[in-house]
């Protein structure tokens, strides 16, 4: 058995003071972060407009410098899914740190995203946000676990987004899908630390081993992505935890192994730039939510790949991972 770590007062374990010392340098920040995690009390929702946007009775939060015109935040507890809106697939509910997070997709907005990959997709957030931001043509949507899968496909269906759901592992599709994508998504697996933020339970949450473990997953998940982006595409990274080596370190480890690679700078996010690094990369925290509107907080950040962009994308072959009620057979190039 595992040593336990000691449970301190609000519910933490000593291995979340370790983290937090970690990410702060001053003990009052560091405490007012660990309080904010402990309170459970982020949960500011939001909402992306797939299409039909209408007046709705719920009250909105006021609009920050970073959010999308096609996304509302909301105040206060609401209950979209009970909605017609909802119901018909022209609004979809997430939360605020997820809202955030896929957001930093709109410095793309202009360029010619036209095939996207999204390699941990269920239930589906960041895709409907990239889906609302982007409008790309072809959408592969992977998920390894197949019940996920299966949320994941009626989430598309009901949003009406046509996506062919696949359940591969990330290796399987890098081999079959070299240079296929103008963008592919990471919304790593991770130790979810801002669940407990958000009031749920999370132990081990903040534990070394699960950081390291997460940390090595998310190592192969962001190498074989970086194989499937084509030439001149991009890859957004995003967690929904705080530890350094599930997020500025592993992106390190990426560019130092990939040095064409650059990390972009976004101008709307700017006040969000992660101290944490040399390069752009962006932090959200639950002790700043308030101000920033971000819910429990994250990590973001755009990574673009060297070179142009070919005429015509490859065509993937991933048909044989076809999820049986999503294939509708392969695309045109791109
Ligand atoms: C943070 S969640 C994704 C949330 C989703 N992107 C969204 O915005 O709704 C991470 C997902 O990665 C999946 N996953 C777990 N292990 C994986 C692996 N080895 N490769 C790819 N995805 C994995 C999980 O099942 C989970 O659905």
């Known amino acids: 058995m595992g040593k336990k770590s000691k449970s301190k007062p609000g519910g933490l374990s000593g ?35 797939l299409r ?8 909105l939060a006021p609009r920050p410098k970073w959010l999308p015109s096609e996304i509302d935040l909301l105040e206060g507890p609401v209950h979209v899914g009970n909605s017609e809106a909802y119901a018909s697939g022209a609004a979809y509910p997430l939360d605020a740190s997820s809202a955030w997070e896929g957001s930093l997709l709109q410095a ?12 941990c997709a269920a239930p589906g957030d960041k895709l409907l946000v990239a889906q609302a931001l982007l409008r790309p043509q072809d959408v592969y949507a992977n998920e390894v676990i197949p019940k996920r899968a299966a949320i994941l496909a009626d989430n598309l269906d009901r949003c009406a987004v046509e996506a062919q759901v696949i359940i591969a592992d990330s290796s399987q599709i890098a081999e079959q899908a070299e240079e296929c994508f103008d963008l592919v998504l990471v919304d790593a697996p991770c130790s979810g630390q801002s669940l407990i933020a958000r009031g ?14 997460n940390a090595l997953r998310q190592r192969r998940i962001l ?6 982006v084509a030439p001149g595409g991009w890859i957004l990274y995003t967690t929904c ?9 592993l992106l390190k480890w ?17 006040e969000f730039q992660s101290a944490h690094a040399t390069f752009p990369c962006y932090r959200a925290w639950p002790h700043h939510a308030s101000i920033s509107q971000t819910g429990a907080g994250g990590f973001a950040a755009l990574l673009r790949c060297p070179g142009e962009r070919p005429g015509d994308l490859q065509v993937p072959e991933l048909a044989h991972h076809a999820f049986k009620r999503k294939w509708t057979g392969a695309p045109a190039p791109a």
């Open 200 to 213: 749920k339970e999370n132990p081990g949450a903040f534990h070394e081993k699960i950081r390291q473990s």
């Open 241 to 249: 935890t705080y530890s350094l080596e599930e997020n500025e370190n």
């Open 52 to 59: 039909d946007r209408r007046e709705v009775p719920w009250e």
């Open 108 to 119: 793309l907005r202009g360029q010619p995203i036209r095939r996207m990959l999204d390699l």
């Open 15 to 49: 291995n979340a003071a370790k983290v937090a010392s970690r990410l702060f340098s001053d003990p009052e920040v560091s405490q007012a972060f660990l309080d904010a995690v402990a309170s459970g009390s982020a949960r500011q929702k939001a909402v992306v407009w």
């Open 254 to 270: 990426f560019l130092e192994r990939n040095p064409d690679w650059n990390s972009v700078s976004v101008a709307t996010y700017a």
């Open 223 to 228: 190498s074989n992505a970086g194989r499937c």
